[in-house]
């Protein structure tokens, strides 16, 4: 059974709109303890014992906002356009959820500059950190830490059916012995809707 919830309210602070929503998930199914999870048998001295248990209610709390700092004129655009800041932060039980904390910050929204109409930014970090539950060999095997991350993202609107997404991350990620120390992915996206 999962059970979950929020509650958003529109705030406008210097008469700029903006959003606070807090809000939650509850799931009581059993679900593998990370003590024990994907632990090999006879692996373990007498002092380290796996736990091939189960846990039940798992949850998450998260709290998020969205603030514009600029907003357009309402008469040119037909609709509410600006840019502003936006974030996130969640906690959960840390077990069976193997992602114990997120922090998420950032800027975007549509583009500042004159003649740019259609086109969107942004730019945004966060940072995740994994649960201090999992078992000697998980630890091991795949190097579990906080991972965090930077991301940068520029939409043009080429014509009202075409848009072209150029997008650069810098990433440190969560399972350092999976991966690089540090990782750069660029990438460009193309958007047709007809």
């Not at 303890?33 to 091939?52: H, K, T, V």
């Not at 603030?67 to 357009?72: A, I, K, M």
């Not at 940068?152 to 075409?162: D, I, K, M, R, S």
């Not at 690089?180 to 460009?188: I, N, Q, T």
Request: hydrophobic share 35%.
């Amino acid at each position: 059974m999962i059970a979950g919830g929020e509650v958003r309210i529109r705030i406008d602070p210097w008469k700029l709109p903006g959003h606070q929503t807090l809000g939650g998930v509850w799931k009581g199914d059993d679900q593998p303890d990370l003590g024990g999870f994907i632990e090999p048998p006879g692996q373990f001295s007498d002092e380290e014992e796996a736990n091939s248990g189960t846990k039940s209610g798992a949850w998450t709390i998260y709290y998020s906002f969205d603030q514009y700092l600029q907003v357009y004129s309402k008469e040119t655009y037909g609709e509410e356009r600006g840019w502003g800041i936006f974030g996130r932060a969640s906690l959960s039980d840390g077990n069976p959820t193997p992602v114990r904390w997120f922090l998420s910050l950032g800027i975007g929204g549509d583009s500042p500059f004159r003649g740019k109409e259609r086109d969107t930014f942004g730019l945004g970090w966060f940072y995740t950190g994994a649960s201090n539950e999992f078992g000697p060999f998980a630890r091991k095997a795949f190097g579990i830490r906080d991972g965090y991350g930077w991301e940068l993202f520029y939409n043009f609107g080429v014509l009202p059916w075409l848009r072209v997404t150029p997008d650069v991350q810098l990433l440190r990620p969560g399972l350092a012995n999976l991966a690089s120390d540090w990782a750069f992915v660029g990438g460009l996206r193309l958007k047709v809707s007809l």
